[in-house]
């Protein structure tokens, strides 16, 4: 079968479509056919092996040896003999980050625990761009607890698969919506739901005197004391990710908030795959669709290309590739 593999670290350049023994599946893990893949951060990490930790554990500690690639969606082909939950011909996606990664390959063998059930009517490239940004939006959605409309939340980083996904989520429940990102971002935030946008570059939503019950944040890079200062009273501040250290700060400040005063911060960790059925039900109704920025044919010329792409930072949205 023919599968993403990675020279070394460093570049999109250095990955290369490659043949390689097609798996079988053992045990109760499931083989499925990938018919698409979405590009994310775990990917990203893992084509430069860092941060050193966790990356470089997974992928290789001098050279790679993984085949990269989290969000899939595509078709049991065969079962493992204690796997009970799908049958050949099932549509499945999922997020497969906790399960050895390996979407970018035209066959990935994982524990049946690993997908859930696609909804008929999504393509496998809309189900592709959901389970890890998803997941990660609903959970920093659900973070600031009861909702009540007219709730103003501002989502920081909003342009991508996170941003995208919570949005459209919150507008479900008529909160006010502020996104923060790059200003070539900021006209297609709009178009997704946003009720305002700000420019990061020309604005800090920490130092503009305006307020939210709940910010939930992608890239966090500044100090617990800022993220306080923009949230109303009873107010949450949720981080998906960003640097590091300033995501330690936030852990440790958000015991010491969280006792003394009536705001609270909280780091998100990751639930993969967890709600994939309410998104199937969300969808179904007609009240969410995923946001794909370009899609990309798995050639070794389309997968450089897409990673370039995500480097650049210049997606709106996701970028899938179709196996
Ligand atoms: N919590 C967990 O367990 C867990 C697990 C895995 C991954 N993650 C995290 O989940 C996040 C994935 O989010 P995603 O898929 O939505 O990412 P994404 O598609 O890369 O979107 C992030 C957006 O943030 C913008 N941005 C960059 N720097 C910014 C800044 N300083 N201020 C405001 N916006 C900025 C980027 O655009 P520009 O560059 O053009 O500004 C981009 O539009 C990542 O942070 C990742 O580390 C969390």
Redesign the pocket.
């Known amino acids: 079968m023919k599968a993403l593999t990675i020279r070394k670290y460093g570049s999109p350049d250095f990955l290369e479509i490659q043949d390689i023994k097609k798996p079988a599946p053992v045990g109760d893990q499931v083989l499925i056919k990938v018919n698409a893949v979405s590009v994310?951060?775990?990917d990203?990490?893992l084509l430069h092996g860092s941060p050193f930790v966790p990356n470089r554990f997974m992928a290789g500690l001098s050279k790679p040896h993984i085949i990269m690639g989290a969000d899939i969606a595509g078709v049991v082909e065969a079962v493992g003999r204690s796997a009970s939950a799908y049958r050949p011909g099932d549509e499945v996606y999922g997020d497969l980050?906790g399960s050895g990664f390996g979407g970018f390959a035209e066959y990935v063998c994982v524990p049946e625990g690993a997908v859930r059930i696609k909804s008929p009517g999504m393509s496998f490239e809309q189900a592709a761009a959901i389970p890890?940004?998803g997941m990660?939006?609903l959970?920093g959605v659900t973070a600031g607890g009861q909702s009540r409309p007219g709730r103003k939340i501002l989502i920081?980083?909003?342009?991508?698969?996170?941003?995208?996904?919570a949005v459209q989520l919150l507008k479900l429940q008529d909160a006010e919506v502020t996104g923060?990102?790059?200003a070539?971002?900021l006209d297609a935030m709009r178009l997704w739901g946003f009720d305002d946008v700000i420019d990061?570059?020309a604005e800090d939503f920490t130092r503009n005197g305006r307020h939210y019950d709940l910010i939930i944040d992608?890239?966090?890079?500044r100090s617990p004391a800022d993220y306080e200062r923009a949230l109303n009273a009873g107010g949450v501040y949720a981080?998906?990710?960003?640097q590091v250290s300033k995501l330690l700060t936030i852990a440790l400040s958000g015991i010491r908030i969280k006792r003394s005063r009536d705001k609270k911060l909280r780091?998100?960790?990751?639930q993969a795959n967890r709600d994939l059925a309410y998104f199937n039900e969300l969808f179904e109704a007609g009240s969410f669709k995923p946001v794909i920025d370009t899609e990309f044919e798995f050639t070794t010329n389309g997968v450089r290309k897409a990673f370039h792409h995500?480097g650049?930072?210049?997606?709106?949205?996701?970028i899938v590739v179709r196996i």
Do not use: C, R
């Open positions: 994310d951060d775990w990203w990490g980050s890890h940004a990660l939006a959970q920081n980083g909003a342009g991508g698969g996170v941003g995208s996904t923060v990102d790059s070539a971002k990061y570059e992608v890239k966090t890079d981080t998906v990710g960003g780091v998100i960790a990751l995500f650049a930072a210049a997606h709106k949205g996701k």
